[in-house]
């Protein structure tokens, strides 16, 4: 149902951009986000966009990370600038009833993730 893409290893003070695709009703009925996981720690809220096209970020993210969506790819992209080692993690992309939800427990669907590795 989702599908993240566009992980991988840079240095710190890097970017790199992750799309979620989605083919299915999903990507217009639901509000989509993104979550991150570090080993040994709980998954975390990132990003995320409204209905109305809102956008909202963690104080973490907040500032570096940008997300949008493209209606004719049906993506949702997560632009990440000035990547630090603390932003190492999986990332998932996850749908949601509910727009403004912020916890995994809220989401319905996921990706299979998408390594991101900040490291010198």
């Known amino acids: 149902q989702l599908m993240e893409s566009g992980g991988g290893s840079v240095q710190p003070g890097g970017s790199l951009t992750l799309s979620c695709a989605s083919f299915?009703?999903?990507?217009?009925?639901?509000?989509l986000g993104w979550f991150r996981q570090a080993p040994g720690k709980e998954r975390e809220w990132v990003a995320g966009?409204?209905?109305?096209?809102?956008?909202n970020f963690a104080d973490s993210v907040k500032g570096r990370f940008t997300i949008s969506k493209d209606n004719t790819k049906r993506t949702l992209n997560l632009k990440m600038n000035d990547l630090k080692p603390d932003d190492t993690a999986m990332y998932y992309c996850?749908?949601?009833?509910?727009?403004?939800?912020?916890?995994?427990?809220?989401?319905?669907?996921w990706g299979q993730g998408t390594q991101v590795t900040v490291s010198s």
């Open positions: 996850g749908a949601a009833p509910v727009c403004g939800s912020y916890t995994s427990e809220e989401y319905d669907y």
């Open positions: 966009m409204d209905s109305d096209g809102s956008t």
């Open positions: 299915t009703t999903i990507f217009t009925t639901y509000c």
